[in-house]
């Protein structure tokens, strides 16, 4: 089954990048120049965009920007571990096939009753079509729900690295002819354009046939200036100077060796936090305030040690650092070779030679 592709009469077009990061500007996301550009590049040729680089820099509020500003739905497909084709394809609603069968139950024996031989009634069965395998009885999951879309949308593929390669071939179809193969019905054609957006936090590297499909960017953390501008632009409330002694703090946590390093969104967090500290009096500066500040930028209790002491200037230099004291061999410290305590004084070829060998030993040097 196939429906032409057509654009909505109401879909908004960017006329350039300039013209598109304005407009995401107003909705509170602040993009760069060449960003701005290689987005209205993959909306003006309808290509897929793949953006990849750490978490949390933006990459997934662009497609929810992105939605806002073209008026278009947004539809999300999160990827994890384990997601196969029923989860983000489509899958067969068999509660309501089954009502639809018992519905014509009735209605199936009146007209068997008619047959005498099993083999015709047999026959007449499978030449019926009962229309269960149809467009009504599809439980519609993200990739057909873009594809089945009247309405112009914007599809987001969140974490694709997180999926397994099988799950990339099931994406290229949908990514090079924007369409959907089901073999019980037929070919789904997008009935609209999607604008397509996949995201990676470069946890495995993807396939290069997912790769040629898309145009490609990558997004890493914002510069200071861009940085303050979206905190500013997302938390109102924050003023210039608390965002930037915030975007500093983030910027040299960014620097340490971390298991996870501040987000954007944690940085957010993190200057409407200050605001409330100074609110309500609890310090004047970032310095009385930094300690609890990091509650909101780090996550894991061992990033929060380096950062205490590294920020407090107590880390230690290799030329600082005081020598290791000399271990001290002991019996004691040793541990018993039980090996050797087992198989001493017992027979065998191996024991036998030994002692011959050190025997000889001690003959040649009495000699």
């Not at 960017?14 to 590049?41: C, K, M, N, Q, W």
């Not at 680089?53 to 933006?58: K, L, T």
Request: negative net charge.
């Amino acid at each position: 089954m196939t429906a032409p592709l057509t654009t909505a009469p109401t879909e908004v077009r960017f006329d350039d990048g300039s013209e598109l990061s304005e407009a995401l500007r107003a909705v509170g996301y602040i993009a760069d120049d060449t960003f701005s550009v290689v987005v209205h590049l993959a909306t003006a040729l309808d290509r897929p965009l793949l953006l990849e680089g750490p978490a949390g820099v933006g990459k997934t509020e662009l497609a929810k920007s992105l939605a806002e500003v073209s008026g278009r739905k947004l539809v999300r497909l999160q990827c994890y571990e384990g997601l196969d084709d029923n989860r983000a394809l489509y899958e067969w609603d068999y509660a309501k096939q089954l009502l639809h069968v018992q519905m014509l139950r009735d209605r199936i024996g009146e007209q068997m009753a008619g047959f005498d031989d099993l083999a015709e009634a047999s026959t007449f069965l499978a030449a019926q079509d009962f229309g269960l395998y149809s467009e009504t009885f599809l439980a519609v999951r993200p990739l057909l729900e873009a594809i089945l879309s009247p309405e112009p949308v914007v599809l987001l593929v969140d974490e694709v690295d997180r999926t397994e390669e099988a799950m990339e071939a099931l994406l290229l179809e949908v990514l090079a002819e924007k369409q959907v193969t089901i073999p019980e019905v037929g070919t789904f054609t997008a009935r609209s354009a999607p604008w397509v957006i996949l995201t990676s936090n470069d946890t495995r590297e993807l396939s290069p046939a997912l790769k040629r499909r898309c145009l490609h960017y990558h997004l890493d953390y914002p510069t200071p200036e861009r940085e303050r501008d979206i905190v500013t632009a997302r938390a109102p409330e924050v003023e210039p100077a608390v965002a930037a002694d915030v975007v500093e703090l983030a910027r040299t946590l960014r620097d340490l060796p971390l298991r996870k390093s501040p987000s954007i969104a944690e940085v957010i967090d993190a200057a409407r936090a200050a605001v409330v500290l100074r609110g309500t009096g609890a310090a004047s500066g970032l310095e009385g305030i930094r300690d609890i500040l990091l509650a909101a930028l780090l996550k894991y209790t061992s990033d929060v040690d380096l950062a205490r002491v590294q920020l407090s200037g107590n880390a230690l230099t290799p030329t600082s650092a005081p020598p290791a004291p000399a271990e001290r061999v002991t019996v004691a410290s040793r541990p018993a070779n039980t090996t050797t305590a087992v198989f001493r004084g017992h027979g065998g070829r191996a024991g036998g030679a030994a002692r011959d060998g050190g025997v000889g030993s001690a003959r040649s040097a009495r000699g």
